[in-house]
């Protein structure tokens, strides 16, 4: 199963966390008109990495990481290879968009997300109140190309070959390839595949030009821009969460001692609460998940659940030391982000 999560039958307003928020949009109820028309963002991260008979985690690459060590902090300013595919009638996505995508991307990753105020509940402690993350993004290069392909199964790699585009040096930098639609035949027809990323350990070629996120050009519509299935995911953090795998984290349900997806699984991070389910509603805060005959407040806002964009606004410190372990010398990021 790679799919395991609820929807909730009604939607509940995301009411004011904290006592500055005087925010309307949070208080108020998506209309029965939102329900209807919101789609699922649907992040393959898991399936590719493990299920796929091509990619699979190497178990050694995290062999001594330990989530209550501390790791020094290292200043990585990672470049971003975009690979952008495109059919000829397809509306191009413009050097501005990307550069707006990378803007906010480097905001989240600072600790600097505008919902913050708005959606963080006084338990959970941020990554960022003390100091920045060290981590920033900038755009390496934007290749294009035309092709005839408009959706791409997710399970190939022509994305890479032939109409594709063979990425860049994952070594150094992040490939982030933009395909107009992404498929996968065992999933439901109402799935919207908003793509997935490369663990660390995953592509061990010389070059790891596999190495990066996949994703559809959805990302870039931000605001009134987007697309309508996307109606609650146009904040573009999207590639937040997908670099979020690509830095050494899981989703917030965690996964097995085999690193396959599971409900009530480790993320292996210290500071975020075992979680059952992914949750992709807005929620009443607190809310619980059971696992294991326990209940554990749940930590719905942050980057690597899959609620809505004005709702996630967040990486935390344990998150953060996480990245901080792969960029250690000898680490699978260990020269990622250190050339221009
Ligand atoms: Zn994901």
Redesign the pocket.
Known sequence: MIRNYIKNTSILALTCLQLSCNKEQLTEQPTEQDQNIKGNEF?L?DKINNESTERKIDPWVEYDYNPTKIYPKSVRKIGLIFNILETAKTKKITDAQVQKQVDILNQNFKGEDPEIPFNLPLPFIRFGMSEPSGISFFVKKINRKTTRIKVWDANGNDYKLGDGIMGGNGNFYLNIWILDAISDPSLDDDEEITGFAINPGVDNSSSKSDFGVVTTREIFFYEKESHITYKTHNRSKTLT??VG?CLGLY?MTGVDSKFNEVNCGDDKVSDTPTQAYFHYDYLKYPYFDNCHGQNFNQMFMNYMDYTPHDVRCFFTNGQINRMRYFFQKGKYNSELGTKK
Do not use: A, L, V
């Open positions: 992040c991260t969460h997908e795998h989703h």
